[in-house]
């Protein structure tokens, strides 16, 4: 059974950055791609960025050029780098995998002044 922990949430002022991290436990064998997803309270669930296994990413657009995802070696643990963060940008970050499997708790993060 995979399970999923986010971290590196957290506060920050618009204009900075963060790097969030998903640690993939569990049968990891037959994963086909890794996402990113964020929440705002009373609003669906929205994709943000997208890798797959020979390393193609995609990304919706508000984030284009300011969010980069990525995973290390061994496809374990999977990465949201941030930069230049909007007040916009502010919500919970979940990470999952494909096909997809039990949330996690996910990871606040909020930009403000």
């Known amino acids: 059974q995979v399970q999923l922990v986010e971290s590196g949430g957290g506060w920050v002022q618009p204009g900075g950055s963060l790097r969030l991290s998903c640690v993939i436990s569990?049968?990891?064998?037959?994963?086909?791609?890794w996402t990113w997803y964020r929440q705002v309270p009373g609003q669906q669930r929205e994709t943000v960025a997208f890798i797959n296994p020979r390393g193609s990413t995609a990304y919706e657009d508000s984030v284009k050029g300011r969010f980069t995802i990525s995973t290390d070696n061994a496809k374990s643990v999977m990465y949201l780098q941030m930069n230049s963060l909007k007040p916009e940008d502010t919500a919970v970050y979940y990470c999952n995998i494909k096909p997809r499997v039990a949330w996690g708790q996910g990871t606040q993060v909020t930009v403000s002044s």
């Open positions: 569990g049968n990891t064998f037959a994963i086909e791609g």
